[in-house]
């Protein structure tokens, strides 16, 4: 009876203690998790980042208000305002962490399992666990049915956050699983059967759709990379031989070979300048200007006539066709605040001597709008021309247009200072060469060439990208092509969402088919522990119902067979107890009766030794002997012969023939008599 009072307390008080220490850990780990992941979801995503650590601050906040209540021994209440804290919190989480639903709904489902499991009872705890079952799954549909619903946030943090709570609380679910009913083990055992082939063969299904995505869009990305590269070198290819060609005019090296003074409204000065013009409609739009640079670099001609005069020799799109005689096609270049491109080809007299440099300047975005016109497949690709020297975009198709002309690589401020001076960096701070740096890029366009496929986060697409590039023929420059993983992992996201909705509808067949199992196995061992209840309080005439065939069955069985061997064993208790009660009532009377003899003995002893009279002494003891004893007849005889003292005294002897007789009647009815009798023939005594 002790222990079916002890037992309960025991129960509530390890309660208690579980709750918390929960509500303290859950407290501890949520504001442990908001001062580590604040700073970087505020880094990496700006006010935006910080919305799912509000809500773990919530989170921390009511662990910690369910503490006080716990320790003040409102348990149910404080665990109750943890529990529908992080419910209701959890409805939001499609909103600040897109992409991540499924991570969070188990970390959901095992949060809540951990908490209700090892502080409620298994009612309320059961309540509670169905509750979370339902909005994880909530959140996992809103999630995968509704990709854009949600502030695009890493997946990484999510990941680590939901595998360190997820253990976290899966030792609380082992340390008390010992402690739920069979039908819960049961249900358990059921989801797990179920959930187990169903992550592996959704592991293996999206593990191989997922290699056989990626080889194929690296394929894709590897062509189209390809296609920029060639796009881009043709481009260039045909500008040399325009810029060789058109560098051969006569007009133009005899505008050369004209002495300086006179040039000046000459015939050769119309002839070149009426020569310039009409290059530059080669391409309107993108030509700035076009120039003629005489033997020692200095501009004597050119379109744009602001330019005139000045002194390019220094530039290599003048000095290298002056030492090889080739055509040439700079870098992009940064002065006066512009960015610009140059092909230059030598000018050369008749006899073959170089006189001067015919330089033709294009605007950078020119470049620009050769990648924007190939298709890239997809709106989730993006192009770019990268200089391997400097890093800096020469081209993109990003939505950012201030990240054109500026580099992924983050410089020094020497450094930045020293290309600047070379006029390979814009000018002017360091925001404007320098903008989103990238040293995944920079490390990954470094190994290009040993490792052809990268993987980076792109803030453009606001995702992972896996990244590919090719090496222009003409230019340091290589055709970096970045796509989102969301893009060809797309089908994969569908098939996804297909198998978690399929899951999600299995494991709800296997709650019910657990529940009914569970039911079907239970309903006889409930049965059998009600009859083992009434035999406990005393009917031992209590029989189990069997119902089955199975081993429940004879357990049944065998339970019956015990209670009759019980019954049997008390029964024949109960014959051995009336025995050993009739042998103890037959003793003690025998011993009463005895210690009665005994008395009347000692009481005729005493008469004996105090009477000396024979017809007193006589009488005296029958009648003593009859009422001590209950006898109904006593008599004394005497023989004829002389007998020792013990029988009768020597005189008694002498009288021959003579008996003393005295008899009673019933215990109700008293009669005294003597008599005078002859002596039997053989001697006697009573």
Partial sequence: MDNAITQPMQQEKRRK??????????????????????????????????WGIGLTIVVSFSAFIAAFQIYREHVTLGIGVLIATILTMSLALPIVAQGQGIA??????????????ATLPPLWATRAIISAFIVASIITLTDLYFPDFGLPT???????????????????????FNTYTLRTK?????????????????????????????????????????????????????QLNAVLSDAKQSSLSAYLKFPPP???????????????????????????????????GVNVLDTFEEHQGQNESKFAYFTRPMQNGLPYASNIIFRDNEENIYF??????????????????????????????????????????????????VAYTGSERDELFKSYKNFTDV????????????????????????????AGLNNLQQEPFFNSYSESLNSESINTGVFLKKQPWIALVRQSTDIYLEPIKEQNRTSVLLSLILIIISIATGFVTSQVLTSPLTSLEKVAEQIANGDIHARANISTQDEIGTLSISFNRMTDELNQSLNNLEMRVVERTTDLEIAQRLSEERANELQAISEISKVITSEQKLENL????????????????????CSTKPVSTRCCKPQIAKVEKLCWHVGTGLKSERAESWALSPKPESPASH
């Fill in 186 to 238: 049961i249900i358990i055992a059921f989801i797990i059967i179920t959930i187990i082939p169903l992550i592996a063969l959704g592991y293996f299904n999206s593990s191989s759709s997922t290699r056989a995505l990626q080889t194929q869009s690296s394929i894709q990305l590897s062509t189209l990379a390809n296609v920029v590269a060639n796009s881009v070198d043709e481009f260039i290819t045909v």
């Fill in 104 to 117: 969070l709904g188990v970390m959901l489902l095992i949060f809540v399992a951990g908490i209700s499991s």
């Fill in 618 to 637: 006589l009488p005296l003891i029958t009648r003593l002997v009859s009422d001590r004893f209950g006898f109904y007849h006593v008599g004394i005889f």
């Fill in 344 to 393: 230059s080809s030598p000018i050369k007299a008749q006899n073959g001597d170089t006189i001067g440099v015919l330089r033709v300047e294009y605007h950078a975005t020119v470049m620009q709008s050769i990648i924007r016109s190939i298709n890239p497949g997809s709106a989730g690709t993006l192009i770019s021309l990268v200089d391997t020297n400097t890093y800096v975009r």
């Fill in 17 to 50: 203690q579980n709750a918390l220490v929960i509500s303290l850990v859950t407290g501890a780990l949520f504001t442990l998790v908001s001062i580590i992941v604040g700073p970087l979801a505020y880094n990496q995503n700006g006010i935006n980042g910080l």
């Fill in 154 to 176: 890493k997946p990484g943090y999510t990941n680590l956050i939901a595998i360190i709570v997820s253990f976290v609380y899966v030792f609380f679910i082992l340390r008390q």
């Fill in 262 to 296: 006179p040039r000046s409204g000459s015939e050769e000065d119309t002839n070149a300048r009426i020569a310039l013009l009409s290059l530059t409609r080669k391409d309107p739009v993108f030509i700035h200007s076009i120039a003629i640079l005489n033997a020692n």
């Fill in 415 to 442: 450094e930045l200072v020293i290309l600047q001076a070379e006029n390979r960096l814009p000018a002017g701070p360091k925001e404007n060469a320098v903008d989103e740096p990238s040293d995944v890029i920079v």
